[in-house]
């Protein structure tokens, strides 16, 4: 499968100053920008842009940014599921997953993370793709937003919306270990009933195994 990224722009106001939404973008304009020292949800702030520049390089790799004039202040990352996670079990060329989106303190409320969705659906080719996004509990900043799980449960999903992304129910372990946990999920326009199919048989891939077992195939 050939992965075609056409780029997109967006600037627009927030509270403090003018920012720019954009992307794909490749590791070389990524180097451009300073990253910001407080994007430090999953790792260290140097290290988290590195990761990111790897990811803007994969075929199928996609890196939208918010940033200020020089400084890359939110993102969020497209890439296929990781070897080691269920959602690989079939090397699905056309299902890739919302791996990652942040943004400072700074400029959270000010609608930046579903900005950063909205650009990223205006490529058409994102309509040849199953979009997963993993949610867990663990992963959300509860103590810095103050937020109950639910509530921040309710801010995902909303925000998640604006992408096109919604609640789809799967027997992972690991997302029916919580009830806030979630799968959420978009299929687009273009991909063959064919995906679908095989898409809902990995949704629910240990029900499938257990019946395999059962029935002794």
Request: aromatic share 10%; net charge negative.
């Amino acid at each position: 499968m050939e992965h075609i990224k056409t780029h997109y722009k967006m600037q627009r106001e927030t509270s403090s100053e003018p920012i720019v939404i954009e992307g794909p973008l490749s590791s070389n304009e990524l180097q451009q920008y300073h990253f910001h020292e407080k994007l430090t949800a999953f790792r260290p702030a140097h290290k988290q842009f590195e990761a990111l520049q790897k990811i803007a390089d994969f075929p199928e790799g996609r890196i939208i940014v918010a940033r200020t004039l020089d400084t890359i202040i939110g993102y969020v990352t497209y890439v296929h599921p990781d070897p080691l996670e269920r959602w690989s079990e079939f090397n699905m060329q056309d299902l890739i997953e919302l791996g990652a989106i942040e943004i400072i303190p700074e400029f959270r409320g000010e609608k930046v993370a579903s900005n950063l969705l909205e650009i990223s659906m205006r490529d058409e080719f994102m309509e040849n793709y199953i979009i997963i996004s993993t949610e867990y509990y663990w992963n959300w900043d509860l103590e810095g937003t103050k937020l109950s799980i639910w509530n921040y449960r309710k801010l995902m999903e909303k925000m998640m919306a604006a992408g096109g992304l919604l609640p789809a129910p799967t027997d992972d372990p690991e997302i029916i270990s919580h009830p806030a946990n979630c799968l959420m999920v978009r299929i687009g326009k273009n991909v063959p009933e064919e995906s679908v199919k095989k898409f809902d048989e990995l949704r629910f891939l240990s029900r499938n195994k257990d019946r395999s077992m059962r029935e002794g195939l």
